[in-house]
């Protein structure tokens, strides 16, 4: 708004200075912030060896990978490195030092922005996402060398061990990755766009949650440098307290992205509250951009918990304090506590995007507004605000106060209520509709199928009885996979699929994209399934080694699941043909979409909009030709409005 | 939605044709939950918690079923006659956007649906269900008899489980048996790491924490073994943290219990007294 003409001279300036080759690559950027990282992992490490030498009693079989003083130290200039590396030091020191600020960032062209520092929340939402799919991959992988192992009932190919620390990378890897999964690139890239903004308000913050994702991602696969880690990807106390230095890996790696997602909460809420066009009122928000606001609130709330439990366990590890060493006072439950109160909004924190993307893909292909808007944003709020009162559902077996049972299990069911609601938006939408079976909808569509499983097993999770049976059992993997995997996964595949032409300006291949969806539905559900009987019928989660009865099922379930990692590697074959080898020209508004942002050209210009555009109603205008078009872009109007039906 | 369906001139009912198939689909799908996968569901019926624990939850799935019904039966029907043929040209569906009529309706019968949820559950709680569960040191539902229950304390222990027997002079055995038809009150621990107690075909399930005394009830009801795992992620041989226990007649358990302490005899004189809770040495890795 106000930043129209404050920036324009910046842009003019910046742009007639385009560095050499070799000033791109002597600056600041993923290369020289790798050189770093390891530069100040090696320094810091010797110097941390050095006071955990002369500080803390060896009191241990002693040996150098179990210095952790030093392994956490390296890792802390490992992150300064990477960092200052990439440049994100400059403005603050400069301002500190009273010096004027350099603000290289502001290149807006050539393909090194793309590895660098970039206030261009496109280019930062371009970035997530290439790093989202790539750590989705590796963990995708994971994945399957588990199913492989489990082929065997008892841990013959890769050993219990390197089992364990497969499982907790699968784990952590996709907790991580899918948090960060719709914020970053689709939150990033499309809620300036739905509310009519140039940027995101904290720009260089935006950059940093990207770059320490990233990261987050290394560290976490150096834990198996630092000999693996055997606690999942809850990292339960007592265990991660005697573990190898991998977990060492996987509590830095975990605390980076937490720092990181409370702060891409608060910039997007920032962004929300203070960056909308005139006109954008609250009910005229886009139902994705309301979903982005409640899992920001989340990410706020919940990150900082997890942040500081991290930290307790590092000291633990570290410096001996007793946080959660029961002989000492300590408590172990004290971890578990901590982590389910993050771990739970997490939970929402994966599930409320997906809400977000099918409720806003549903209506431009059913062709209708969408149904119950104020329904729909109520809802998120309250799966948001329930999320905080359910955490202890996860430790029903742990021999908390048992009167606080019937509590939770109500508000755990309670949650239920406003989830339904999303489903009502949906068939109120679907109801008289002109359905087009796009790629996009036809996952929007899987992940009603998929969630309904996933809510309904939650049912028997949640009552206390029927859970004896299947908590901490193969019936949970199941619950959580479908509806983290057929639920957010599902719409993140939709909305890449919707959205990316508008990103690059290439449509993705529609053929390749059905056989893509079909193969992953059909192996999703065949392979998560069965694990509901598996669980049932005695198995435990993140076990090598099981009954042998299983075996049968466990085999066709590992056959499912390599069909549905071939699925995803249709996906990845489309992504490349259709983006490098096959260019087909998406046009401005392929989906014919009312929304604000398939109204700019595609791909969507440096600074988006050429003025900021007056908006004059929600974008589900859908059956009504006399509602006013979605903005007012001015007098100079932007190419592509007219492909608005 | 369905309200506004009822168009006069000619076009389907959809609002009464999903409710008809709606309620056809219900009307099959919930006997044969109940008569014919019910008695399939998992786990069997060899004491009192796996009992409350089979009818709990073929009372949940049936209950699932016309929820299950009614999202597909109007997904199905959606997709099948609301679907636009393929082409350039595109249609607008009609611009309704909300009736707080039926907002309202599904909010009710979804709190309904929760509040009765919730509320059998609680009362299934206070009446003995949930038994098996590990209900912590001082347990909301407690079973009649347990003033006569037999003391079993679990110990687990990286990776292996031991069971002590308080009330014949604290003897300890790496296996587990149970005389049938009497009350048994577990107490389940740990000397390092969280582990999870998960006798499977008993029904019953409770962390062992370090430092903790986590109480579950469970009374046998036929005899035969069972499996008990480790449910609780506890390190590197998690997956083989398993053994099998046997439910017997009175006697043979006498006879077993006898020889237990008769074959540990040395090593229970050395054990450390009988406690509730055990705390592990201080870790120090390092």
Redesign the interface.
């Known amino acids: 708004m106000e930043s129209a003409s404050v920036r324009q001279p910046q842009v003019v300036k910046s742009s007639t200075r385009i560095p050499s080759a070799w000033g791109q690559l002597l600056g600041y950027n993923v290369i020289w912030a790798t050189v770093l990282a390891i530069v100040g992992y090696i320094v810091l490490h010797k110097i941390g060896d050095t006071i955990g030498a002369h500080s803390v009693a060896e009191t241990g079989s002693g040996g150098s990978d179990q210095d952790d003083i030093a392994i956490l130290m390296g890792m802390v200039g490992a992150i300064l490195g990477w960092i200052g590396g990439l440049g994100f030091l400059n403005y603050p020191v400069s301002r500190i030092l009273g010096r004027p600020a350099t603000l290289r960032e502001r290149e807006e062209h050539g393909a090194w922005r793309y590895f660098r520092l970039c206030t261009d929340h496109k280019v930062v939402a371009i970035q997530y996402l290439v790093a989202v799919l790539f750590f989705f991959f590796i963990a995708g992988l994971n994945a399957m060398f588990i199913r492989t192992e489990l082929t065997s009932d008892n841990a013959t190919l890769f050993g219990a061990g390197n089992y364990l620390t497969l499982v907790g990378l699968h784990g952590t890897m996709m907790l991580m990755m899918m948090s960060a999964g719709i914020l970053g690139p689709l939150g990033n890239y499309l809620v300036p766009l739905m509310i009519g903004s140039r940027r995101m308000a904290f720009p260089r913050i935006e950059s940093l949650t990207m770059w320490l994702t990233v990261l987050a991602g290394f560290i976490l696969l150096a834990a198996t440098l630092l000999g693996g880690f055997p606690t999942g990807w809850t990292g339960y106390a007592p265990l991660a307290d005697e573990a190898r230095a991998g977990i060492d890996a996987y509590l830095v790696s975990f605390a980076l992205i937490g720092v990181a997602l409370a702060l891409v909460g608060a910039n997007m809420l920032v962004t929300v509250i203070t960056l909308r066009a005139p006109g954008m009122h609250w009910n005229r928000l886009p139902i994705f951009v309301w979903g982005m606001v409640t899992t920001s609130i989340l990410a706020v709330l919940a990150a900082p918990v997890l942040l500081a439990a991290l930290i307790m366990v590092m000291m633990d590890r570290s410096i001996d304090t007793t946080f959660f060493v029961a002989a000492q006072g300590g408590s172990p439950l004290l971890w578990e506590e901590l982590f389910w109160f993050f771990g739970h909004p997490e939970v929402y924190i994966l599930a409320l995007p997906g809400f977000a993307i099918v409720l806003e893909i549903l209506p431009v292909f059913a062709r209708k507004p969408l149904w119950g808007y104020r329904v729909a944003v109520a809802g998120m709020f309250g799966v948001a605000l329930m999320s905080f009162m359910v955490w202890q559902h996860h430790l029903f077996m742990s021999g908390i106060n048992s009167n606080l049972r019937p509590f939770y299990m109500f508000t755990t069911e309670l949650i239920s209520v406003p989830t339904g609601m999303v489903f009502l938006n949906a068939m109120g939408t679907l109801w008289k509709a002109k359905i087009r079976f796009t790629v996009p909808m036809l996952f929007a569509l899987a992940f009603f199928f998929n969630f309904l499983f996933g809510g309904l097993s939650g049912v028997f999770l949640s009552d206390v009885p029927s859970d004896v049976l299947t908590h901490g059992s193969y019936f949970v993997m199941a619950h959580f996979h479908y509806t983290i995997m057929g639920g957010l996964v599902f719409a993140l595949m939709g909305g890449i699929y919707y959205w990316l032409p508008k990103m690059t300006g290439f449509k993705l291949n529609e053929k390749l994209g059905k056989i893509h969806f079909w193969a992953m539905f059909i192996f999703f559900n065949l392979t998560f399934f069965p694990l509901f009987a598996a669980g049932m019928l005695g198995m435990p989660r993140r076990v090598s080694n099981y009954n042998a009865s299983l075996h049968t099922l466990n085999v066709f379930v590992s056959s499912a699941a390599f069909c549905l990692g071939a699925s995803m590697l249709v996906f990845l074959g489309n992504l490349v043909w259709s983006m490098v080898f096959k260019r087909e020209r998406a046009g401005d508004n392929p989906w014919h979409s009312k929304g604000l942002e398939w109204q700019l050209p595609s791909p969507v210009p440096v600074y988006n909009f050429e003025r900021i555009p007056v908006i004059n109603t929600d974008p589900y205008q859908y059956g009504s030709p006399d509602a006013p078009p979605v903005a007012d872009f001015g007098p100079r109007v932007v190419a592509g409005q007219a492909g608005a039906t | 939605?369905s309200t506004s369906?009822a168009t006069a001139g000619g076009a389907p009912r959809?609002g009464v044709r999903i409710a008809v198939i709606w309620a056809v689909a219900t009307a099959i799908s919930v006997p044969v939950m109940i008569w014919v996968i019910g008695p399939h569901?998992?786990?069997g019926a060899m004491s009192n918690?796996?009992r409350?624990?089979h009818t709990?939850?073929v009372v949940?799935a049936t209950l699932?079923m016309p929820?299950?019904m009614l999202?597909w039966v109007?997904?199905a029907y959606?997709?099948r006659y609301?679907?636009?043929p393929?082409g350039d040209v595109?249609?607008?569906?009609?611009?309704?956007?909300?009736?707080p009529r039926?907002?309202i309706l599904?909010?009710v019968v979804?709190?309904l649906m929760?509040i009765g949820?919730?509320t059998y559950?609680?009362i299934?709680?206070l009446n003995d269900?949930?038994l098996?569960?590990?209900?912590?040191?001082?347990?909301?539902?407690v079973p009649a008899d347990a003033k006569n229950a037999l003391q079993v304390q679990v110990i687990g222990q990286q990776w292996f489980w031991t069971f002590r027997y308080p009330s014949y002079g604290g003897v300890e055995t790496p296996k587990l048996e149970l005389p049938v038809n009497r009350e048994v009150e577990f107490h389940?621990t740990s000397v390092?790491?969280?582990h999870?107690f998960?006798a499977?075909?008993l029904?019953?399930?409770?962390?062992a924490?370090?430092?903790?005394?986590?109480?579950a009830f469970v009374k046998p009801l036929e005899n035969g073994t069972f499996?008990v795992?480790?449910?609780?992620?506890?390190?590197?041989?998690?997956?083989?943290m398993?053994t099998t226990g046997r439910v017997v007649s009175d006697s043979q358990f006498a006879t077993w219990i006898a020889a237990q302490q008769t074959k540990y005899s040395t090593i229970t004189k050395d054990l450390p007294p009988y406690s509730l809770v055990y705390?592990?040495?201080?870790?120090?890795?390092?």
């Not at chain 2, 595109?90 to 009736?99: F, K, S």
């Not at chain 2, 029904?203 to 962390?207: E, I, L, R, T």
């Not at chain 2, 924490?209 to 109480?215: C, K, R």
């Not at chain 2, 795992?229 to 083989?240: K, N, Q, S």
């Open positions: 939605m369906a959809h569901i998992p786990p918690d796996t409350d624990q709990v939850d949940l699932a929820v299950l999202i109007y997904f959606s997709i609301f679907r636009q393929e595109i249609v607008d569906g009609p611009p309704d956007r909300a009736q039926i907002q599904w909010l979804t709190l929760v949820l919730a559950g609680t299934d709680l269900a949930g098996g569960g590990g209900e912590g040191p001082h347990p909301l539902a389940v390092d790491v969280i999870d998960w499977i075909e029904g019953v399930k409770a962390d924490v370090p430092g903790a005394d986590n109480t499996q795992r480790c449910a609780e992620l506890c390190g590197l041989w998690h997956g083989h398993n705390y592990p040495q201080p870790v120090r890795n390092g």
